[in-house]
């Protein structure tokens, strides 16, 4: 009878943590919690109100404490829980909230309330999925990087060679050139800030700057669009593959409570 009990708590559990109520609760709060943080970036208010704030992040972190207990319980072992790196995720964040409780350091304080707001990317499957899918592109977006820092450097070592006398403010040294063409990569004000002050004197000039807009802006950034579409959907295609695991381990599941039942009612019989 007694692994029956735990049996049922366990399932009581896990209903109220998969429950969107309990999710939506849960987000709730996080959101809750990135509103006071930004409030308390106002001195005058922090000042005044500082035993509220504190009593608003004490009850926080033991709600958040309570929820990752509950999420504990509701998996079948407590290795299954941290099987996840979201789950760790979130244990770290909540966990360190306990440990610098008593800290001195109130900057520290603060940046690990700022971090409870990461939690909303834990809590949120989409944005959860989506993050997944960025981290699969680390490896090629490492190639993608490499060919960039290729190109800038060719294209920073000729613009000094070429403009160091005309915009020395731009192409003075080899940093200042790398740091001018990292604004024009961005498209911020290369035209009217940078090109146009060079045409005017060096007419020759727009060849430069069009060839190293055309090859850093719209080749490497859809070359990095173009990696990162393909790993979501290739983070869809993974995730449904699971699914019929899932599945299976569901009607696993069944079978054991079936077993389980009719051992029981042996047992009364």
Known sequence: MSEGKKESIQQKVSRIVMHKYF????????????????????????????????????????????????????????????????????????????????????????????????????????LRKLVDALLLTIPALGNIMLLMSIIFYIFAVTGTMLFAEVAPEYFGSLQLSLLTLFQVVTLESWASGVMWPIYHQLPWSWIYFVS??????????????????????????????DEPD????????????????????????
């Open 23 to 126: 999710t939506g609760t849960i987000l709730g709060l996080i959101m809750f919690n990135a509103i006071v943080v930004g409030i308390e970036t106002y001195p005058t208010i922090y000042k005044t109100h500082k035993e509220l704030f504190f009593l608003i992040d004490k009850a926080l972190i033991w709600i958040f404490t309570v929820e990752i207990i509950l999420r504990m319980i509701a998996e079948k072992k407590l290795s299954n829980f941290f099987k996840s790196s979201w789950n760790w995720f979130d244990f770290l964040i909540v966990a360190a909230g306990h440990i610098f409780v008593g800290a001195h350091f109130i900057t520290v304080l603060r940046i690990l309330r700022v971090l409870r707001v990461f939690r909303a990317i834990s809590v949120i499957p989409s």
């Open 212 to 241: 190293f807009v055309l090859l850093g802006t719209f080749v490497i950034f859809n070359l990095f669009i173009g990696v990162i579409v393909s790993n979501v959907e290739k983070a869809d295609s993974a995730e449904k593959q």
């Open 246 to 269: 899932q599945i299976a381990e569901l009607r696993n599941e069944v079978k054991e409570l079936k077993q389980l039942i009719i051992s029981l009612l042996d047992k009364k019989g």
